[in-house]
């Protein structure tokens, strides 16, 4: 169970999971949105509070990073919509990571909300290689072979949440989440499973 804390004033908000930013729509149902946000990185070891497995040893850890995040979207109906996005880490050379998704939301009361959202993930050369590649002097410290991972498409995340609204204030979210690894990021020798799923409870507090 994790808390998320959110907050607006107009067009700009606060977001625990996203950052700070704020968004713009016109009447047509295109949307812009601007974020500010914090990666925390990677472990070489297993950690409670980020990213990171035992078997990483040697790979050495991933620096957090502030990064900024550029959406654009268009809410073609109610119940759809569509999104490109891409993330540029500020603080440290990680590469860019893009995702092209699709949202539908089967259930919306004044109180549920119950979303889908598949989304194809992409990177360039750095942000694979970041995330996925091995070099020689990883290979040498964590005794994996060397990967030199190319750009493009490495995987499809799905998820389902169910969010329901108690007050103005309080709510809670749950959420089921599947990812699948394309070739570029299965094809390295760190990762030990193709699919991945988790599940996530969150309480949130608007304000």
């Known amino acids: 169970m994790v808390p998320v804390l959110q907050g607006r004033n107009g067009a700009f908000f606060i977001d625990t999971q996203k950052g700070v930013g704020y968004d713009l729509q016109n009447a047509s149902g295109w949307y812009f949105e601007h974020t500010l946000g914090y990666d925390l990185g990677r472990a070489d070891k297993n950690a409670s509070w980020r990213a990171g497995a035992n078997n990483l040893k040697g790979m050495g850890d991933i620096d957090a990073s502030l990064n900024t995040a550029l959406a654009v979207g268009w809410q073609a109906l109610s119940w759809l919509s569509v999104e490109g996005k891409a993330t540029l880490p500020l603080t440290d050379s990680q590469g860019v990571s893009y995702q092209a998704s699709l949202t539908l939301l089967p259930v919306q009361t004044?109180?549920?909300?119950?979303?889908?959202?598949?989304?194809a993930l992409f990177g360039d050369n750095r942000y694979l290689n970041t995330w996925y590649g091995?070099?020689?002097?990883?290979?040498q410290r964590s005794g994996y072979s060397r990967y030199s991972a190319p750009g493009?498409?490495?995987?499809?995340?799905?998820?389902?949440?169910?969010?329901?609204?108690?007050?103005?204030?309080?709510?809670?979210?749950?959420s089921a989440?599947?990812?699948?690894?394309g070739e570029h990021a299965n094809e390295s020798p760190i990762v030990l499973r193709r699919n991945e799923a988790a599940l996530t409870a969150a309480v949130i507090w608007t304000f």
């Not at 493009?152 to 749950?174: E, K, P, V």
């Open 152 to 174: 493009g498409f490495y995987g499809i995340d799905n998820s389902l949440t169910w969010s329901h609204q108690f007050d103005a204030h309080w709510g809670t979210l749950l």
């Open 110 to 119: 004044d109180h549920d909300t119950v979303a889908f959202q598949t989304a």
């Open 177 to 181: 989440d599947y990812t699948w690894l």
């Open 134 to 139: 091995v070099d020689p002097q990883q290979s």
